[in-house]
């Protein structure tokens, strides 16, 4: 069981930015998995907000956040979510979601929370 864990989320005023941060239990889902950043806010369905196939580097974006986050990883593992430009409506609980994928044929966005078996706890992203 792949455990994951969020960091970095808080307040920020509109036009700023955050970096999320995720980080995996098992390193072993780094080498071929699709990594994604998840956001649900109060009454509204969970949605992906960027996702990323760590075997090709693969990126992927929905139109929301297209050119204002940026979604990467280092060669520790790490998964980051760079968030610029920020607007009230990024504002959101936060989570982090991966599983394994030898193709990473179905890592892109849109993506069904259905795709991933394991999610991270989540971490608060207010815009004001």
């Known amino acids: 069981h792949v455990q994951l864990v969020e960091s970095g989320g808080g307040s920020v005023q509109t036009g700023g930015s955050l970096k999320l941060s995720c980080v995996a239990s098992d390193e072993g889902v780094y080498g071929s998995a699709c990594m994604a950043w998840f956001r649900q806010a109060p009454g509204q369905k969970r949605e992906a907000v960027a996702a990323?196939?760590?075997?090709?580097?693969?990126t992927f974006y929905a139109d929301s956040v297209k050119g204002r986050f940026t979604i990467s990883q280092d060669r520790g593992g790490t998964v980051y979510l760079q968030m610029d430009s920020l607007r009230p409506e990024d504002t959101a609980m936060y989570y982090c979601?991966?599983?394994?994928?030898?193709?990473?044929?179905?890592?892109?966005?849109?993506?069904?929370?259905?795709?991933?078996?394991?999610w991270g706890q989540g971490t608060q992203v207010t815009v004001s």
């Open positions: 990323l196939y760590t075997a090709g580097d693969s």
């Open positions: 979601a991966s599983d394994y994928t030898y193709s990473g044929s179905w890592c892109h966005l849109p993506a069904a929370t259905s795709n991933f078996r394991y």
